[in-house]
């Protein structure tokens, strides 16, 4: 069996309805590369409508929950992890990710953003302006913005070394 690509798709859980479809339709685009969509794991916002499209399209959700019960949990996510964590969980998303999706969002998805670049991980920010307080990982190459989904899977699969 081969190595599949765990992608985390990050994002707020209350964000306006243009950004829900980019969310969904970023789902879809992972589903349809093989690759797996891990977030928040929660049915709100962001990580519901990523996981509805990675689900779906024949994909492999996995939701990383803060609670200690799988109450709020996406119907949309295959394997939730709960962990009673909290936000602490934010690492746990970002660390099992091997490129990070940044989408709408507030604190925590600047927290995940700020972990993950602090980790070494790659992250695309889809239609996201986190402000100038990462401008030195623009530079280095290790933030990079994508206007559109379509956009964001091709940067992935740039970072990630794969061909069509």
Known sequence: MKKRFIIGVMGGGTVLPDALQSAYRMGRLIAEQGWILLNGGRNSGIMEASAQGAFENAGLTVGVLPDDVDTRASAYICVPIITGMGSARNCINVLSSHVVVACTGGAGTLSEIALALKAGKKVVLLDFDPGTG???????????????????????????????
């Open 134 to 164: 990462f401008d030195q990982y623009r530079k280095t190459g290790d933030l990079i913005y994508a206007k559109t989904p379509e956009e964001a899977i091709a940067v992935i699969k740039e970072i990630l070394l794969v061909k069509d």
